[in-house]
């Protein structure tokens, strides 16, 4: 019954290495999103995709790529893993309206990236 | 440009009221607002679309000021379960880029 399911929930891993994380949503929704939240807590913008369409892509390193097979579907690689990747990924996933796409961002429950 | 939120962090007895500003330095098309607890996503409070509206969910309200680019956030008769950092996001058009404010932290205490 998760709205928005991220997987995996921990991620702990080595610099230089790849990983993926992987984000569905049930809910219907076009739009899909993927924010980082640093240790700080600064929720911060990296892409978006609607209907599987890449449409806000923020300055962010290459290395990072997102990947849209559905529009239920979003997932985040990661090349080349450094120790300032680490944060709390969070997928989120928000629905049209009549005033253009502004409506509530449904969250992910989050992915916790530690690199060593 | 990422909003500014003021205060960064406030302290309460249940029962006391509080208020949380965001700012932007762009005009705003719209501004919702977040709680997050500590280990868990944010949660959706509420959206106000340009035109000044306030709106209310039982004890928690806000406001939005277009001309002043501003919305406050107002919480009556605080619980301890408001406890948490909330955070306003904004978007200048209405294209889906959402931007956040770097959160105020709330703690309510017996």
């Known amino acids: 019954d998760t709205a928005v399911s991220q997987t995996p929930k921990y991620l702990v891993t080595q610099m230089g290495n790849d990983k993926s994380i992987k984000c569905e949503q049930n809910?219907?929704?076009?739009?899909m999103y993927w924010y980082k939240q640093d240790s700080k807590k600064f929720l911060k913008i990296m892409f978006s995709?609607?209907?599987?369409?890449?449409?806000i892509n923020e300055t962010v390193p290459n290395r990072f790529s997102p990947k849209s097979p559905d529009k239920a579907h979003l997932n985040l690689h990661i090349n080349s893993l450094e120790l300032g990747d680490s944060a709390v990924y969070f997928c989120?996933?928000?629905?049209?309206?009549?005033?253009?796409?502004?409506?509530?961002?449904?969250f992910g429950e989050g992915s916790r990236l530690t690199v060593l | 440009q990422q909003p500014v939120q003021s205060p960064q962090a406030v302290i309460l007895r249940e029962g006391e009221d509080a208020v949380i500003n965001c700012s932007s330095s762009?005009?705003?098309?719209?501004v919702h607002w977040y709680r997050q607890k500590h280990g868990e996503a944010p949660v959706f409070l509420m959206i106000?679309?340009?035109?000044?509206e306030q709106k209310g969910h039982e004890k928690i309200s806000a406001s939005f000021n277009e001309k002043k680019q501003q919305s406050s956030l107002y919480l009556t008769a605080s619980q301890l379960s408001y406890s948490g950092t909330y955070f306003c996001?904004?978007?200048?058009?209405?294209?889906?880029?959402?931007?956040f404010g770097d959160g105020t932290t709330l703690t309510v205490k017996p």
């Open positions: 989120a996933s928000r629905p049209p309206t009549l005033a253009g796409d502004t409506g509530e961002l449904f």
């Open positions: 809910l219907g929704h076009d739009t």
């Open positions: 995709y609607n209907n599987k369409e890449l449409i």
């Open positions: 762009k005009a705003l098309y719209s």
């Open positions: 106000l679309l340009k035109g000044g």
């Open positions: 996001g904004t978007d200048n058009t209405n294209a889906g880029k959402s931007t």
